[in-house]
Nanobody
């Protein structure tokens, strides 16, 4: 059974930082591409960034490039999203996702991912 458990959200002031975690069970993380999405109130879920199955490639949406960083710890089977210089427009529920195709590349579509975390709320406000 595949399970993604994301956590680490919270309330932070503009300019602050948070690190989200996603623990993956039921799959060997080193074989699969992963990604983070977010959904703000009243908006569609959108791609934030992704990591290839090798872990050597990452790709981000323009609005977070240079502020957000995806990494992973294979020993802990965990994917991270480090978010710096957070802004109010980053407020959303954040979800980690796994593409169940082995050796897959980074995809940006919601339909490309088979398994999802339950989501963790990030609120950026003064």
């Amino acid at each position: 059974q595949v399970r993604l458990a994301d956590s680490g959200g919270g309330l932070v002031q503009p300019g602050g930082s948070l690190r989200l975690s996603c623990v993956v069970s039921g799959r060997t993380l080193s074989y699969f591409a992963t990604a983070w999405f977010r959904q703000a109130p009243g908006k569609e879920r959108e791609f934030v960034g992704g990591m290839s199955w090798t872990g050597r490639s990452t790709y981000y949406r323009n609005s977070v490039e240079g502020r957000f960083t995806i990494s992973r710890d294979l020993g802990q089977s965990t994917v991270y999203l480090q978010m710096n210089n957070l802004q109010p427009e980053d407020t959303a529920i954040y979800y980690c996702a796994l593409n169940d195709r082995r050796f897959g590349t980074i995809e940006t579509g919601i339909g490309d991912y088979n398994f999802w975390g339950q989501g963790t709320q990030v609120t950026v406000s003064s």
